[in-house]
C-alpha cells in the first residue's frame, strides 16, 4: 500500500510535534516481510520502499518488530526499533512511524 511515513522520534528521542511537521515525509510502498538480522534469525519488519521500484534496491526505511498502536480512517501508527550502524558498531534504538495511507480514484 502507497504511504507517507512520517517519523515520531529520531534516533530513539521524540520530535516535538511542532518540529515533526516541517519535515518532509518519506513517501513509498508499505510492506510487511521476514528480514535476517543474523545467519540464524529472521525478525519481522515493516519495510517501504520507494514507489515503481522492483529491483530490490529502493528500500528506504524498516521497522524491526512493529506493533499496530493506533488506527484511523486512513493512517496507521507503528512502534518498534531501528538498527543503526555508526563505525562497525550496531545500535537499537525505538522508532514510531506515524503512516497516513494514500488513495487514488480513478473517474
Not at 19 to 45: F, H
Not at 68 to 94: A, C, H
Request: proline share 5%; with cysteine; aromatic share 10%.
Amino acid at each position: 500500500m502507497k504511504v507517507e511515513l512520517h517519523f515520531v522520534r529520531c534516533r530513539g528521542v521524540k520530535v516535538p510535534s511542532k518540529e515533526a511537521d516541517g519535515c518532509q515525509p518519506l513517501v513509498g510502498e508499505l510492506k510487511m516481510r521476514n528480514r535476517w538480522v543474523s545467519p540464524t534469525r529472521t525478525l519481522p519488519a515493516l519495510e517501504l520502499t520507494a514507489a515503481g521500484v522492483t529491483n530490490g534496491s529502493g528500500l528506504v526505511a524498516v521497522l524491526y518488530e512493529p506493533r499496530l498502536v493506533s488506527l484511523g480512517s486512513n493512517w496507521m501508527r507503528f512502534t518498534g526499533f531501528e538498527i543503526y550502524d555508526e563505525g562497525g558498531f550496531k545500535q537499537l534504538v525505538i522508532q514510531d512511524w506515524r503512516c497516513l495511507v494514500q488513495t487514488c480514484y480513478e473517474n
